[in-house]
């Protein structure tokens, strides 16, 4: 099932995390880094690492399912909103696991007029959309999607 976590402060780091830190605020233009929770489980951040925000041990969801194929699905991807990585995902909604889902938001209108954010290097597309170009800059009828992450939250031993 989808779980609500707890994420770090800056307040709580030290001078290498403080470092790393900036580097995420750097990648995300200047974008408040801070999770903003979306649903229960589900968090919308402007980078593309949640688990180096998190208190607690965030596992990607693939490295606990490799070999088990029925219990098979992407561990990430791109999606319209997360509804659609629940319907594709239904061991989310396992009551005896708990997950956490994390969307970073693709917006067209932010892409450099060349390069930029490509489709093949993000997992799967599981949207309504139909993406025709290799950059989203590029798309006619589309102006943003989601990269997503799905993390297991892994039991401290």
Known sequence: MLTDVDFITESMLNEQQLRVLQIFKVISHGKDITPLRISTGVYEISHFSLEMMSMINLKRYQDFIIGVY???????????????????TPILKDPDRKFVISLTPIIKAEQP????????????????????????HDESDMDKVYAYHIYEIMEES
């Open 113 to 136: 007029s060349e390069g930029g954010w490509r489709w093949h290097k993000w997992g799967p597309y599981i949207g309504n959309q139909k993406p025709t170009c290799e950059y989203i």
């Open 70 to 88: 029925e219990d098979w699905w992407d561990e990430y991807g791109v999606c319209d909103g997360f509804p659609q990585i629940l319907d594709r």
